[in-house]
T-cell receptor, first 113, second 116 residues
């Protein structure tokens, strides 16, 4: 079945440095890749997404890149701030009528002041 | 704008007791609806999803069930809770669109269930 692997499981970054989280997926038909941020005790919230016809998307300090050939996509956070500390989940959705999102196992990002 | 309501926010139930969690969506019609569970410090496990009234797909065979009695209402139930049912239950919705476009999931605030 479809599978999404996410690395690393934990990441500590000095404030102001960049953080990169990587995900790989197994189904070549996957065509939608959102990223969610979950703060402690709260619901996951969408921070950025990318579709398979796009290689890169940027929104201020956050960017996502997609390599369909290699079946991997990455989240990049630049100029990290303490409020970026959270758990980040990647996800992938199969194309053509599949209504499910398969999530990665999450990355706990800690920004060190 | 669309909103999703989920209740209760927290729940403590004894083993063997029944469960009913409710979720409603406002501001949209014919949404896809989902129930996820998150164990402490873990990822998101899809339990059920629904693409229409009375249409339920189960992802994980267990003692839980889901129902969609109305277009924007999704209910998660159990007749007898197990200790392993403890977790953070999240309802979510997405716009149902054609193959040419994919829409993200929008989560409710969740229900933290503790089975004692």
């Amino acid at each position: 079945g479809e599978n999404v692997e996410q690395h690393p499981s934990t990441l500590s970054v000095q404030e102001g440095d960049s953080a990169v989280i990587k995900c790989t997926y197994s189904d070549s038909a996957s065509n939608y890749f959102p990223w969610y941020k979950q703060e402690l005790g709260k619901r996951p919230q969408l921070i950025i997404d990318i579709r398979s016809n796009v290689g890169e998307k940027k929104d201020q300090r956050i960017a996502v890149t997609l390599n369909k050939t290699a079946k991997h996509f990455s989240l990049h956070i630049t100029e990290t701030q303490p409020e970026d500390s959270a758990v980040y989940f990647c996800a992938a959705k199969l194309g053509f009528g599949n209504e499910k999102l398969t999530f990665g196992t999450g990355t706990r990002l800690t920004i060190i002041p | 704008s669309q909103t999703i309501h989920q209740w209760p926010a927290t729940l403590v139930q004894p083993v063997g007791s029944p469960l009913s969690l409710e979720c409603t969506v406002e501001g949209t019609s014919n949404p896809n609806l989902y129930w996820y569970r998150q164990a402490a410090g873990r990822g998101l496990q899809l339990l059920f999803y629904s693409v229409g009234i009375g249409q339920i797909s189960s992802e994980v065979p267990q003692n839980l069930s889901a129902s969609r009695p109305q277009d924007r209402q999704f209910i998660l139930s159990s007749k007898k809770l197990l200790l392993s049912d403890s977790g953070f239950y999240l309802c979510a919705w997405s716009v149902r669109v054609g193959d040419a476009y994919n829409s993200p999931l929008h989560f409710g605030n969740g229900t933290r269930l503790t089975v004692t």
